[in-house]
């Protein structure tokens, strides 16, 4: 019988009946219940409005930039992120652009989160003494390929930047030109001691009615998609993308940090969100609300739907809002104790892909890099 509820007080109840008389699960979702309170009070932070790459289809330029006055002061942006503080940000994204071009501006806010991810192309090392996890973008396993995507090529630059660094977790961006170029990162990966997971190319607004008009390419975001050429993924793609997955997890399970359960929901066919009469996701777990917080590069509040607002909701895949809806359990993660079970799989991984607890790492005793990486 299917499980239907979305009063809380009912969610929980439903979650005693399950893991009462299985004390595997509860003490699986006493861990779980710990993850989540990581991400109770998140913050993006977008670091800058400058970019080194141009990326198809760009989730930050793609629909035209409103350009703003950036903070330069390095003391401005520490008197904002201590009060950031005194808010109790639990996470805290550092997003852009490209925000290792801006790196006093990461260092003004190492001291005062415990838990941060930075999303970066790779191209630009960052200081090993910004304590925060290392979330870098791959769009291909080719240069060929690499610089169709993205403008230039610049995963092997990445791996150049960042091999054996313990913060650092490759995404790569699967997408309909870019699938069989999956294994090749995963070796590189392997090879260079950086663990991988994975994000599905989503297309934007903007992008999407370049494609619907038959706009001529241009020399910036929309260099190479024609109508019937494009990154985005069909419905046997998404079946591709889940065999890849699952494969690249048997094959490399030292370096794939990833989930089945996950890999099997966000490449179903049908939308991982559903949307209003105005095509907006009310219940994804990226949605800007009360308790989470974006802002420019001006350290100026947006108020914007979600982390990347120009994009599709009923086209999205990508990883913040998938992960995230994924944080309270769904009706369909009770239907039973293994539906549970799929969920709290779920959690585990979330935390080892993005959970760097930089404080807790150097009160250990001293490891060599690989080791460290070998401990996640």
Known sequence: MAYAASD???????????????????????AAKQTIRVFRKPAFYEVTQRCNLKCEGCYYFESGLKEITERQAVEEWETFF??????QVSMAYFVGAEPAL??????????HFQYGNVGTNGTIKIDAAVPFRISISMWA?????????????????????????????????????NLDGARTIAELCRDNGLPLTFNLYSPTVTYLAKLSHGDANDDQFFRVSRPDDTPMLSGEDLKHAERTVLDLMEDFPETVLYSKNYNA??????????????????????????????????LERKEIKCCTPDLDCSQCRIMSGGWSTKLAPRPEDLADAEAFSGWLEMMESLR????FD?????A????????TIAAQ
């Open 102 to 111: 801006h790196q006093e501006r990461l260092m003004a806010a190492a001291g």
């Open 364 to 371: 250990k005793a001293p490891m060599h890099a690989a080791d």
């Open 141 to 177: 396993g080719d240069e060929e390929t690499d610089r169709k995507m993205r403008g230039a090529a610049a995963y092997k630059k990445a791996f150049r930047n960042y091999r054996g660094d313990p913060r650092a977790i490759v995404y790569y961006t699967l997408s309909r030109w």
């Open 352 to 355: 080892r892909i993005f959970v």
């Open 82 to 87: 201590a009060k950031e503080t005194e808010r």
């Open 8 to 30: 809380p007080r009912v969610v929980l109840r439903r979650v005693r009946e399950l893991v009462e008389p299985r004390p595997d699960l509860a003490e699986r979702y006493e």
């Open 265 to 298: 929901w966000s490449t179903r066919e049908e939308p991982l969100h559903p949307v209003d009469a105005n095509g907006i996701a009310p219940d994804c777990g990226s949605r800007i609300t009360p308790l989470m917080h974006y802002y420019g590069a001006d």
């Open 358 to 362: 930089f404080a807790a790492r150097q």
